[in-house]
């Protein structure tokens, strides 16, 4: 493995958090392949599944968007490469804010995420992404009311 490939591939994490704190969605896009595989059951208890990278980053906007502020921590990135294709195992924490009246105005996670790339003619994308949630605390409520305040925002 080469440094720039360790360094690319860990960078895609990196962008992914950026990207959703930043609320820069054209930055989030790009860090995926066009069809991915999204499995966040460990979280929501919904199976995941393959879906349109435009699907998850549109979701994702109307989450965000509803959210007062959020910060994604990574840390410890495991590499393992095999040709074009990487696997990317990572540390997170993600501290999600949303002031209310209905309890505590934080909500917080923590664990890792398990990703597989592909290198392709454009560098590293994301094609499958696994949440492995470790530990929460707070206010778990706020996610879906900026899931509503998202929609409103956005006029959907």
């Given at each position: 493995?080469?440094?720039?490939?360790?360094?690319?591939?860990?960078?895609?994490?990196?962008?992914?958090?950026?990207?959703?704190?930043?609320?820069?969605?054209?930055?989030?896009?790009?860090?995926?392949?066009?069809?991915?595989?999204?499995?966040?059951?460990?979280?929501?208890?919904?199976?995941?599944?393959?879906?349109?990278?435009?699907?998850?980053?549109?979701?994702?906007?109307?989450?965000?968007?509803?959210?007062?502020?959020?910060?994604?921590?990574?840390?410890?990135?495991?590499?393992?490469?095999?040709?074009?294709?990487?696997?990317?195992?990572?540390?997170?924490?993600a501290e999600h804010f949303l002031?209310?009246?209905?309890?505590?105005?934080?909500?917080?996670?923590?664990?890792?995420?398990?990703?597989?790339?592909?290198?392709t003619d454009q560098g590293w994308?994301?094609?499958?992404?696994?949440?492995?949630?470790m530990w929460n605390r707070g206010?778990?409520?706020?996610?879906?009311?900026?899931?509503?305040?998202?929609?409103?925002?956005?006029?959907?």
């Amino acid at each position: 493995m080469t440094f720039e490939d360790h360094t690319n591939i860990v960078r895609r994490r990196y962008e992914y958090a950026l990207g959703i704190d930043t609320r820069d969605w054209a930055l989030f896009r790009s860090i995926f392949m066009d069809e991915i595989t999204m499995d966040f059951s460990s979280y929501s208890g919904e199976p995941g599944g393959p879906m349109r990278a435009d699907d998850w980053v549109a979701g994702c906007k109307v989450l965000f968007t509803g959210l007062d502020a959020t910060q994604h921590v990574m840390s410890n990135p495991i590499v393992d490469l095999d040709g074009n294709r990487a696997r990317l195992r990572m540390y997170m924490k993600a501290e999600h804010f949303l002031i209310n009246d209905q309890g505590n105005d934080d909500f917080a996670l923590g664990g890792y995420y398990d990703d597989r790339l592909v290198k392709t003619d454009q560098g590293w994308r994301i094609e499958a992404v696994t949440l492995n949630v470790m530990w929460n605390r707070g206010n778990r409520h706020i996610m879906d009311m900026a899931v509503t305040r998202g929609q409103e925002r956005l006029g959907l």
